[in-house]
C-alpha cells in the first residue's frame, strides 16, 4: 500500500465505494439558461453592457471586463459545429451498436458554446462548420436532454 509506484503499469485497482454525495446547483445564470430551454425551447446567451461580448452558456459576469450581464437573449438561426468526436464504445469501453458523435455547438459571435450529441447524421458526414439546430425533447425537465440532440436543420 505504501509502496512507491513509478510506473503506470504497476498501479493496482483498489474496489470498493467511496461515500461522497454532492449536490449541484445551477446558479442565478443556470438556473435562467435550463428555464428557457424547459419552458421555451429557447437557448439563451447573455451578454455584457461594457464590451457586448455575448456568453453560452450564460455567464452573470462578463469574463473580460468584470461587468455584470444584463443583456439576455436566444442565440439566432442555427448553431454550427466547432469541434467534433465520433464514439464507437461506451464509457464502459463496450463496443456501441452505432457510433455517436458528440460535439461542440457554437453560434457566430457568442463566445463558447454547449457541448450535445448529434442525431439524425450520418457520422461520416459530419465535419466542422456543418450548421446544426436541436432537436427539442416532448418532454422537458430542466436539464440539457431538453434537446434531445442536434442536427442539421430540416429544409438544408
Ligand atoms: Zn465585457
Given at each position: 500500500m505504501l509502496d512507491k509506484i513509478s510506473k503506470s503499469t504497476e498501479l493496482k485497482p483498489w474496489r470498493g465505494n467511496i461515500p461522497i454525495y454532492h449536490r449541484y446547483t445551477l446558479g442565478?445564470?443556470?438556473?435562467?439558461?435550463?428555464?428557457?430551454?424547459?419552458?421555451?425551447?429557447?437557448?439563451l446567451a447573455s451578454a455584457c453592457p461594457n464590451c457586448r461580448q455575448r456568453f453560452i452558456p450564460p455567464k452573470i459576469y462578463c469574463e473580460a471586463c468584470f461587468?455584470?450581464?444584463?443583456?439576455?437573449?436566444?442565440?439566432?438561426?442555427?448553431?454550427?459545429?466547432?469541434?467534433f468526436t465520433v464514439l464507437h464504445r461506451s464509457l464502459e469501453e463496450e463496443p456501441l451498436e452505432r457510433p455517436v458523435v458528440v460535439a461542440l455547438i457554437a453560434w457566430s459571435g457568442v463566445r463558447g458554446g454547449l457541448l450535445h450529441r448529434l442525431g439524425e447524421v450520418d457520422p461520416s458526414g459530419v465535419k466542422t462548420g456543418l450548421e446544426v439546430e436541436p432537436q427539442w425533447a416532448e418532454?422537458?425537465?430542466?436539464?440539457?436532454?431538453?434537446i434531445q440532440f442536434f442536427r442539421p436543420p430540416l429544409n438544408s
Open positions: 442565478v445564470a443556470g438556473e435562467r439558461f435550463f428555464k428557457a430551454l424547459r419552458d421555451h425551447k429557447q437557448i461587468e455584470e450581464t444584463r443583456d439576455w437573449s436566444t442565440v439566432e438561426g442555427p448553431g454550427y459545429i466547432k469541434t418532454v422537458r425537465t430542466g436539464s440539457m436532454d431538453d
